[in-house]
């Protein structure tokens, strides 16, 4: 059974676009939503979170917009530059009591 | 240290043969995670620790696997007899507190285990 489910498994844009990466969850017990970042050869780094009381989060050129009710989030990354170029995870938790269950992530690529 | 490290980094094993992978948290992190990173199958938790309590064991996927952390420190996941379904890069991660993910993980880079 899988908990998070993440599209695309790949995107290519070009410098300048907004890459979306989707995330669908299936536990209403989650409430905390965090994406990870991870370059090839490195661990996955957190990069933005939200928590379900608020609809969007903003963080530089990163975005989280969350729906409760479609139990959906996403990721928008602003104005994309070729070292956005990595593998992005989404992840959901019920904060403080479980581990993080991760999506398959998303190989992103941003050509110049 | 200033991260998480783990070693060793690259490992290569044969199948049937035993093998320790070791994490080292940062210092005063109370949480450790383990977690497997398979192509195309995204980061799957398999052992929890925190503090003093009982590891959450509930993601291994066989009896194969085992983990320790010693004096609430340095952790060693071990597998034996691998198995070539195995190979895979294992992650270690830790985070500061009991409420632990609001914080986030810091994760190392990984031992990528191959068996042969």
């Known amino acids: 059974q899988q908990q998070v489910k993440q599209s695309p498994q790949s995107l290519i844009v070009q410098k300048g676009g907004i890459p979306i990466i989707n995330c669908a969850y299936e536990n209403t017990a989650f409430d905390y939503f965090p994406w990870y970042q991870q370059f090839p050869g490195k661990g996955p780094a957190l990069l933005i979170a939200?928590?379900?009381?608020?609809s969007e989060k903003k963080e530089g050129r990163f975005t989280i917009s969350f729906n409760k009710s479609a139990k959906q989030f996403s990721l928008h990354i602003m104005d994309s530059q070729p070292g956005d170029s990595a593998t992005y995870f989404c992840a959901a938790s019920v904060a403080g009591n479980t581990p993080l269950v991760f999506g398959k992530g998303t190989r992103l690529s941003v050509i110049a | 240290g200033a991260g998480v490290s783990q070693s060793p980094s690259n490992k290569v094993t044969e199948k049937g043969k035993d093998v320790e992978l070791r994490c080292d948290p940062i210092?005063?992190?109370?949480?450790l995670y383990w977690y497997r990173q398979s192509l195309g199958q995204g980061l799957e938790f398999l052992i929890y620790?925190?503090?003093?309590?009982?590891?959450?064991k509930s993601g291994l996927p066989s009896d194969r696997f085992s983990a320790e952390r010693t004096g609430g420190s340095v952790s060693t996941l071990t597998i034996q007899r691998t198995q070539q379904e195995d190979s895979a890069v294992y992650l270690c991660a830790s985070s500061p507190r009991r409420d632990s993910t609001l914080l986030g993980y810091t994760f190392g880079s990984g031992t990528r285990l191959t068996v042969v």
């Open positions: 210092s005063g992190h109370t949480a």
């Open positions: 939200i928590r379900p009381d608020v």
């Open positions: 620790f925190q503090g003093n309590s009982a590891p959450d």
